[in-house]
């Protein structure tokens, strides 16, 4: 299974961006999909992730200004990134947890960079 992330870049605060991920190879069932960000110095945060149940967890930093969505039929998931903060730079991390004969395997992205410029 490998997660291909793309879609970041640069741009000014206040704009936006709308990085995806899509997870391709032997997928059994698509438990979860999410991003996470390490920015430099930094340890890796939960951006957002969002599960079968329709459960969707936030970061409390980015509420109200990204909103993460799913395409269950492409097995791609979208992060809408508005409203965007120079503290949002960072390496954006898709993760991926799929069900395969009743184990969760985890898998990440190779990250994509957005930088957000003051």
């Known amino acids: 299974v490998q997660l291909q992330a793309y879609g970041g870049g640069l741009v000014q605060a206040g704009g936006s961006l709308r990085p995806s991920c899509a997870a391709s190879?032997?997928?059994?069932?698509?438990?979860?999909m999410g991003w996470y960000r390490q920015a430099p110095g930094n340890e890796r945060e939960l951006v957002a992730d969002?599960?079968?149940?329709?459960?969707?967890n936030y970061a409390d930093s980015v509420k109200g200004r990204f909103t993460i969505s799913r395409d269950n039929a492409k097995n791609t998931v979208y992060l809408q990134m508005n409203s965007l903060k120079p503290e949002d730079t960072a390496v954006y991390h898709c993760?991926?947890?799929?069900?395969?004969?009743?184990?969760?395997?985890?898998?990440w992205g190779q990250g994509t960079e957005v930088t957000v410029s003051s």
């Open positions: 993760k991926g947890v799929i069900i395969r004969m009743l184990l969760k395997y985890e898998y």
């Open positions: 190879g032997s997928i059994g069932s698509v438990y979860s």
């Open positions: 969002s599960t079968n149940g329709g459960r969707i």
